[in-house]
């Protein structure tokens, strides 16, 4: 199957034809959070980047195999090989099981990502699920010598694997042994290591350390990098399509899963490697270590110094998809609401198409070209803020056939409505507000607010205002603003 679609590859930093190893079948990849805290709106930009991204290969006829997993063990502190496993370390603090760490941030993470409407992903794997696996795989890496046990601990050995790759170390990251030594202090630990470079596969775990699995070298768990290296290939091949991550992910866990990788076979594990960039704050970077960071919950309730009013899961998604995945992106209440007014805008048109009555010619538009611009956007690297402008285009044409300006026919109609549909709902993920949020999910309550305002409805068309005000005052009374608008009466919770 041939496709237009370009993707820009950090592998090569370079835009590329995406061509998939065995379509129509596509693998993707793409790290997951380590579940030790709420996720972050950070976070939820990057899941939301490659949703859409998911949405859009799924869209143009690939069956994508999805892989995205949970961190639960193995990730230090540090990003490195020291400190405490950011689990546990939660743990310890309040007093739980590890496993209820996971459980209660993997539900948190899931909620959340339900709210953004995400679609889940293919399969959802865990690092603690595939112990087995990362144990063989760093035997098969020290048995061909590419690795080294010190003090029951086991490290890639950088200088071995880049004796034998050709100084591949850095292919992705751009990074070079030599500046990386420079820059590494020394820490607690690393006189374990051959060199600074080198990293864990395997960690030994101090008497303090709960979580802990037995392997030949000692009891211990498994270096950060390694679960995304035996996961990502059990799962989707030794070399699959696209695998994905946060920009700050590129270097050292990237680089690293591609050491890995190669070590054990010699084979370019990943074709594509897509990286989003990073949500920032202030002009800093949302991160969860430095606290600079917004909750989706505190943007939902509006509970947030830093916002001047709530926003809805649907409109933070659509600020972040006018942005494009590879654009940092900077946070701010003033350019939420501007995309509120957007979202509203847009949404509005498409309650409007669903009313208009054909004519005999299209006139105001030239819906083929309009078409072959939308799809050309989402071709060159899944531009979803020119996808976007060009669909205000498409809601100026509606709204000007609503005021006899223009006219449509019925086929262009119903191509205008399946386009829109397509990219607007199936592409995007977006839907209308009602559908959801209104509420938390609850249709039943949608449904009763249709029957209360139709009730409504019908009392002011007799007449009987004293009716219609007493069921406007009675829902005001329950923080549930009714409002008037062009298209029937709205009501939204306060
Ligand atoms: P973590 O749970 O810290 O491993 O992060 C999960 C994902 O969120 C990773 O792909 C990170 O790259 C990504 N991420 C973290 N902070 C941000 C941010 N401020 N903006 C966008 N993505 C982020
Ligand atoms: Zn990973």
Redesign the pocket.
Known sequence: MESKLQVYNSLSGKKEKFKAINAPNVGMY??????YSE??L??C???ISFDMIFRYLTFIGYKVRYVRNI?DAG?LENDADEGEDKISKKARLTELEPMEIVQKYTLDFHHVLALFNNLPPSIEPTATGHIVEQIGLTEQILKDGLAYESNGSVYFDVAAYNKKFEGAYGELSGRKVEDLLSNTRTLEGQSEKRDPADFALWKKASPMHIMRWKSPWSDGFPGWHLECSVMSSKYLGDQFDIHG?????KFPHHECEIAQNKARDGKKPVNYWLH?????LNGQ????STGNTLLPGELFTGDNDKLSKSFTPMVVRFFMLQAHYRSSLDFSSDALEAAEKGFNKLMEALVVLESIEPSKATIGMDLNSWILKLHGAMDDDFNTPILIANLFEGVKFINGIKYGDFTITASDLKLMKSTLDGLVFQVLGLKHEGENSKSGNDEMVNDLMQIILDSRLRARQTKDFASADRIRDLLSDLNITVKDGKMGAEWEVN
Request: some cysteine; overall charge positive.
């Open positions: 793409v790290c997951g959070p380590t579940v996720v972050h950070g976070n930009r990057t899941f961190t990730h991550g946060g920009m700050d992910l989003t960039n990073m949500l920032t970077r949302m991160s969860k």
